[in-house]
């Protein structure tokens, strides 16, 4: 089964890159977090992968998997945005033209931190009914004791 869902991923994978289309394609798929988990593992960049395995492990268990998927999509088109205006050498555009991809690449930052924001807001609204109960639990198990 993990074979044949690795098989599948794989032609999902993008030579160099991914485009929002794709990335729309994969935030809907059936993948789920093992999938996901998979296609963070093939991201090159190591400081990337830290930090999409650190938004995994800290929302996983309290949102939508799909929603898992679309921000990971959104922070790797925002990363390849950032490499193609760092490549772009200010000679070989116009100035319009740089600016026109800055705000984009703003926007899309803009846009992925809202979704951040609510599924992290999603996940504290899950956990702390929980955490209120440990914390009951132990002052009822420390008042027993006494």
Known sequence: MISSLKNRLSSL????????????????????????RWWIDCQSNPTLQFELRLSLFLLEEHVYSGDLWRLVMARQIEVMQEERLYKVQ???????????????LLED??????????????????????????YIMLCCIRAWKY
Do not use: W
Request: aromatic residues 4%; charged residues 25%; positive net charge.
């Open 13 to 36: 994978l993008p030579p160099s890159g991914i485009s929002r289309k794709g990335a729309l394609a994969l935030s809907s798929s059936t993948a789920g977090v093992d999938g996901l």
């Open 109 to 134: 930052k803009k846009d992925r931190a809202q979704l951040e924001l609510s599924l992290y807001s999603q996940a504290m609204d899950v956990f702390r009914p929980h955490l209120r109960c440990m």
């Open 90 to 104: 200010p000679q070989n555009c116009t100035g319009t033209d740089r600016f026109a991809k800055e705000l984009e």
